[in-house]
C-alpha cells in the first residue's frame, strides 16, 4: 500500500478519486494526501503489487478476471476508508461493479476528476499500450469513456477539471478544501464542480 501521512490523520474526511484513464487520480491524489497527512491508496497499484503489471494480468486473466481483482481490493480499501481518513484513486473501471459503487456512495466524498477525451487519449497513448491495455486504439477510448462518465456521475459529489487549463496545485487545493470541509449533509451527484477557476 502506497502511504504518504506526515503525522495523524486530523479531522479530514475520507476522498476518493474517480475519473478516466489518464485524468491524474494518482498525481493528484498523492500531493492532496501528503498536504493532509492522511495515507494516500492508489488501488492500481496495489493490484500490481499483489498481482503483477496491468498488462500482465490482462493477459493472463483476461479483463473479467483483472476486474474481479480489482473489485475485492478496491472493496477493501473503501471499507479502511469509512474507518479513518483516506485519499484513494481508483483505477478507471473500477466503478463498473455494482458494489464498487454502492460502497463509493456511502463514502463523505467522490471525486470526479475530468478532461476532455483528446486530452485524456493524448496523456494515454503517452504512456503506451504495455502500460494501458485499454488504450490501443483512439475510437474505442473514446466510446469506453463515454460509457463510463455516466458511472463516474452516479458516484461523484464533485467534478473537478484537471484538462490543463489550470496548474496541478489549483486542482490538489480543490481535493484538499474538499476534504477539510468535512462530511457533506446530501450526496446528489456529481453537478457541481470545486475549486478555483
Known sequence: MEVHAA?????????????????????VGRPAAARLHVPFVDTDALIVE?????????????????RRIERDIVLDVLQGALRESFVVALGGG??????????????PHVAWLTAPPRVLWERASAVGAAERPLARDEEAFARLLAARSTLYAEVASVRIPNDGSRSLDAVVDAVEALARAGSPADRGGAGGEAGPA
Open 94 to 107: 473500477a466503478v463498473m461493479d455494482a458494489d464498487v459503487r454502492e460502497a463509493l456512495r456511502r463514502l
Open 50 to 66: 499483489r498481482g503483477g503489471s496491468v498488462a500482465d494480468l490482462f493477459a493472463r486473466e483476461g479483463e473479467s478476471g483483472f
Open 7 to 27: 503525522e495523524p490523520a486530523s479531522r479530514s474526511a475520507s476522498v476518493a478519486l474517480v475519473g478516466f484513464m489518464a485524468a491524474g487520480k494518482s498525481a
